[in-house]
């Protein structure tokens, strides 16, 4: 019998350099010795190996690593400094000048910023495209596209990507697919099943879970992270082994936390959709998400971040965010303690002016829902969304 999503977070690395210690030993060593010169030389040239060199790869990561890859469903994986470092390594690693890459209209700030910034710097053209139409995919196509980067659901719409028909269509051109799974997680949807090549995740969200760990992660075929960590030599975005081992101790209770972050995004982004302060909820779980079939077709639950345009926009958004009792002004997600933010101030530092209104309404506000009781979120949303749409008293 092929164990759950529960048993192989707790037990798929005890192979991965295993000592007698029931808690995983922290190899807090930036170098590793060998016996003789040819050992030496083997490690030295194994791709995310673990007695080398940690920018090289070290047992922390190995050990993290075949989580992720466990769970994605994938024949290996790969762990970085943070999500920006798997993007920009796997980029880097998978284009050249003279390529051209498609990416999303909606998608996180720092990608966005990575095509419309930097590739185009490197002589690596870029179509970005509304994903939620499939054959603006096939539109965009070009003989000289290598890679597409989708992210599902993305990061602050929620608009879903169709996972398995962008696979097609690469596959039979040859062309490479990376799917950001961040919001989705492994526990509710898995884009290698639908034919995506990588999986990338910002595991400083979900995957940890606790937000003390800045850290990336990729899973895909061997062959394929052969590349990228080669390149990955070169970036040297090597994430820390305690925060390596931080990252696998959150992740052995994700299948915990998941059911509750998606209890909890479910039932905020239904009482916040009947608020009369409430334009528009995007949350891909509720039924009037223009995409909320393809979403059911793909995923098994709909996470914890929902995001919420108000009738009052820049400035009703900034006040129910100062009314919010448990959710604090923060620019991260994925955490047991819920968080929530203006991407349109948020992502100021990335984007500019002309590409942050392209990108995202002003009045927006991108609640992640923690792991806190349902309860709780939902009756603290619904006063502050009240107090945030009442006019002050004259
Ligand atoms: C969907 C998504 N992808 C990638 C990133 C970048 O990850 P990191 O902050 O770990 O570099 C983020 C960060 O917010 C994100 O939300």
Known sequence: MKPGKSTVTVHADRHVHPDRSVARAI?????????????????????????????????????????VAELEGTEAAMVTASGMAALTTAVLALVSAGDHVIGQQSTYGGTASVLLNLTPRLGVTTTLVDQRDPDAYANALTPKTRLILVESPSNPLLQITDLRAVAGLARARGVITLADNTFATPLNQRPAEFGIDLVMHSATKYLNGHTDVSAGALAGPAELLDRVWDTGLLTGATLGPIDAWLLLRGIRTLPLRMPRHNDNGLALAAALDEHPAVHRVHYPGLDSHPQHKLAADQMSGFGGVLSVEFTGGYDMADAFLGHLRYARRSASLGGVESLAVHPASMWRGMLNDQQLTDAVPPGLVRLAAGTEDTDDLVADALTAADQASTPPAL
Do not use: K, L, M
């Open 27 to 67: 190899h807090q060593s930036a170098a590793f010795s060998a016996e003789d010169a040819e050992t030496f030389a083997q490690r030295a040239v194994e791709p995310r190996g673990t007695d080398f060199y940690t920018r090289f790869g070290n047992p922390n990561h190995a050990q993290a690593a075949v989580v």
